[in-house]
Nanobody
């Protein structure tokens, strides 16, 4: 079984910054794609940013130039650095990790979510 633990959410003023880490642990042989999604009230969950095992990143248009996704493969951790935050970034942010277990089964797991609120 693979578990994800997210942290780093909170209340921040417009223009501020937050960094969200997400740590994967458990029966992991290798971590493949990692990503961050968000869901605002009344809206569908949407991709914010994703990064492959080779380090290639892609971003939603709404966050390009403001958010940066990165990963530490030795720690099975993915980070989302969020700068120049706007009220419309307010949402619950979810981490998603895909990979293979030690017995070579594919896993695709979600974190519990962390609330990010951007407000003055």
């Amino acid at each position: 079984q693979v578990q994800l633990v997210e942290s780093g959410g909170g209340l921040v003023q417009p223009g501020g910054s937050l960094r969200l880490p997400c740590v994967a642990s458990g029966n992991i042989f290798i971590v493949l794609d990692m990503g961050w999604y968000r869901q605002a009230p009344g809206k569908q969950r949407e991709l914010v940013a994703a990064i492959t095992s080779g380090g290639t990143a892609n971003y939603a248009d709404a966050v390009k130039g403001r958010f940066t996704i990165s990963r530490d493969n030795a720690k099975n951790t993915v980070y989302l650095q969020m700068n120049s935050l706007k009220p419309e970034d307010t949402a619950v942010y979810y981490c998603n990790v895909q990979g293979l277990t030690r017995d070579h089964y594919r896993f695709d797991v979600w974190g519990q979510g962390t609330q990010v609120t951007v407000s003055s």
